[in-house]
């Protein structure tokens, strides 16, 4: 089994024509994904591709939702924790930033999560229902 980076799943979902180096990359990134060697995808690449995707290429929710069941679909890649993985797109789908869905989907054992975010991610988490609530400690 081989691990990929954020790079070779970027280069392999991306077409972007304005870079060179993504020309000569792209090409071996998809011939990777095509082989049917057995591949791994470490939690923390997928953190990473939805930054990458979201603010170098611009990439909508529903942009990055295909992107990750399209991952998911793939016989021969095997993504850490994926089923956290999934309910984290679709708390994504549902509102909250990715990274904060796929933070309270780790932390699902937890009776609290604590955070400073109350504007946007303790209001949004309170509003979906998210488990483990999250909450704001006091000062």
């Known amino acids: ?69 399209h991952l998911l679909g793939l016989a021969h890649v095997t993504v850490e924790d994926w089923p956290r993985v999934s309910d984290a797109v679709a708390l994504h789908r549902a509102g909250l930033d990715f990274a904060d869905a796929l933070h309270l989907r780790s932390s699902e054992h937890c009776a609290t999560f604590l955070s400073f975010d109350k504007r946007r991610f303790a209001r949004r988490a309170a509003r979906l229902n998210a488990k483990p609530p999250v909450q704001v400690p006091n000062a």
């Open 1 to 69: 089994m081989m691990a990929l980076d954020t790079n070779i799943l970027a280069r392999f979902y991306v077409d972007d024509p304005n870079d060179p180096q993504a020309a000569k990359q792209r090409p071996i990134a998809r011939r990777i994904m095509a082989d049917s060697t057995p591949l791994f995808v470490p939690l923390t690449v997928v953190l990473e591709l939805e930054w990458v995707l979201r603010a170098f290429y611009g990439f909508g929710t529903e942009d990055f939702a295909r992107v990750v069941e």
